[in-house]
């Protein structure tokens, strides 16, 4: 299932707007989280948990229209969960799921992070953010697509896709690798960093254009050996030595 229809079919269950909101909230604290930007991490990811909290209001009181510029967290977390829960599902959307957002949500609030400079524990907080994040919105696909665990962390990947300053997309999901100077095994690496996903030699022959198509083979095979990523028949896909590599070199290939 594509991004796309994930949209739709969310749209179906939430409305477009909350869909939207939902969708756009998280891809930017995951887009934050890529790039080691905390403040803005942490200040999408309590905008992410007021949509939800929002949204389960609305899904339980379908009759009130929420204003989406003037949600109140505390009373929604407060009616939700005072709200009987006879099932599991219920209990899931009423009790459980809220308490994750309210921690999301309570983290940003008691950290103004705003007005303050980030330090070394922010980044811990950061880390739990975004798993929670990520948590609630693999139990909100679980739950309303009806689609097993395995699908649900599938399709949260799907969102999950980094955002980096040195690669631009075009239409037909094209890209361009923007920074100028890396080795070819370099820009390989970048790629498979940038898509949460295992990758053929023949999506990378497309994308990157190496003068020959033995290239990428080769230099899938160097990277490997290096144990940057990890390779089999069905093709590449980075591993945590490989995102170290990344993220400890960010000048190098973000800049």
């Known amino acids: 299932m594509s991004q796309k229809i994930l949209m739709q079919k969310f749209q179906k269950v939430f409305g477009q707007s ?25 200040l999408h990811a309590a905008r992410f948990s007021e949509i939800c909290i929002a949204c389960l209001k609305q899904l339980s009181e379908p009759s009130k229209k929420i204003n989406l510029n003037k949600i109140a967290f505390g009373k929604f977390y407060e009616d939700l969960r005072n ?33 303050i400079k980030m330090t070394n524990a922010d980044s811990i907080d950061f880390e ?64 498979l960093y940038q898509f949460p ?13 190496p003068k020959k198509s033995s290239y990428i083979s080769t230099y899938l095979n160097g990277l490997y050996e290096e144990k940057l990523i990890h390779l089999n028949k069905e093709g590449a896909i980075i591993n945590k030595n490989g995102i170290k590599e990344i993220e400890k070199n960010k000048e190098k290939y973000f800049s």
């Open 128 to 191: 739990l953010v975004i798993t929670s994040c990520n948590w609630v919105m693999s139990q909100l696909i679980i739950i309303y697509l009806n689609v097993s665990l395995e699908d649900s962390l599938i399709l949260t990947n799907s969102i999950m896709e980094r955002k980096i300053p040195t690669i631009e997309k075009f239409e037909n999901s094209e890209i361009m690798i923007l920074k100028r100077g890396l080795l070819f095994k370099e820009e390989l690496l970048l790629v």
């Open 18 to 42: 909350f869909a939207k909101e939902i969708l756009f909230e998280f891809e930017k604290s995951k887009s934050a989280y890529w790039l080691g930007d905390v403040t803005k991490g942490i």
């Open 197 to 209: 996903k295992r990758m053929t030699r023949q999506e990378l022959n497309i994308i990157l254009k």
């Open 83 to 115: 709200l009987p829960k006879p099932s599991a599902k219920e209990e899931m959307l009423y009790s459980v799921i809220p308490q994750v957002l309210k921690a999301i949500f309570t983290i940003r609030s008691k950290k103004r992070v705003a007005h």
